[in-house]
């Protein structure tokens, strides 16, 4: 499988714990953001998006935050489950153009 | 819906040489990118395709080039290869316009020996 990152931030979490992974974006001009997840092997999975005149979506069991005056998004995730493990991705876009610029990564763990 | 396609998946290919990569987008979907993982790099774009032109291009080398067929498929190419093009590349394809939904496909595994 794909090994997305050697040195990845790593959150580790117990079955049923709610998980909370943070990113910072770089570019204040950015109106619209993706959350992906790669499990080993696969290519990222939409997961949940949000644009910049929001500052909360609600997706199933997934909560995507966003605060524009310090730039950070973060991906919460209710009662986190083994099959969530994976790399989580944020991206930006400026609209207007297809680009996603993607955030390093944080690895999730999620232990039985 | 089929997803998004990616053709190979893995690819062993020698220093100097050039190699094809294809992908199909998700039916309906006009726009096509490519970006291109590495462990030390990690996700980073490479080109936009939409309606067979290049309207985005990230910071590649002219080495590595693409086209956009009128069915949407998309190849990209990437000749005189170095060991550092070793990577997975992946492609995504969204509607384009004013979506910008990018949905991935599983990628193509190349190694530069």
């Known amino acids: 499988g794909e090994s997305v990152g050697l040195h990845l931030p790593t959150l580790s979490v117990q079955e049923g714990d709610n998980s909370i992974i943070n990113c910072a974006y770089s570019?204040?001009?950015?109106?619209?953001f993706i959350w992906y997840k790669q499990e080993s092997g696969k290519g990222p999975q939409f997961i949940i998006d949000i644009r910049s005149n929001m500052d909360k979506r609600q997706g199933q069991r997934v909560t995507v935050l966003l605060n524009k005056t310090v730039k950070h998004l973060s991906l919460q995730i209710a009662a986190t489950q083994p099959g969530d493990s994976a790399v989580y991705f944020c991206?930006?876009?400026?609209?207007?153009?297809?680009?996603?610029?993607f955030g390093t990564g944080t690895r999730l763990l999620v232990s039985p | 819906k089929a997803g998004v396609t990616q053709t190979p998946r893995y690819l062993i290919k020698t220093r100097g040489q050039q190699v094809t990569l294809s992908c199909s987008p998700i039916?309906?979907?006009?726009?096509v990118s490519w970006y291109q993982q590495t462990p030390g790099q990690g996700l980073q774009f490479l080109f936009e395709?939409?309606?067979?032109?290049?309207?985005n291009k990230g910071n590649f080398p002219g080495r590595f080039s693409g086209r956009q067929f009128s069915n949407s498929r998309s190849e990209m190419n990437v000749s005189t290869l170095e060991l550092g093009d070793s990577a997975l590349y992946l492609c995504?394809?969204?509607?384009?316009?004013?979506?910008?939904?990018?949905?991935f496909g599983p990628g193509t595994r190349l190694t530069v020996t």
């Open positions: 570019n204040s001009a950015s109106d619209y």
């Open positions: 991206a930006e876009i400026v609209t207007g153009f297809q680009k996603l610029v």
């Open positions: 395709y939409f309606s067979e032109t290049q309207r």
């Open positions: 995504a394809s969204s509607l384009g316009g004013t979506n910008y939904e990018q949905y």
């Open positions: 039916s309906g979907h006009r726009s």
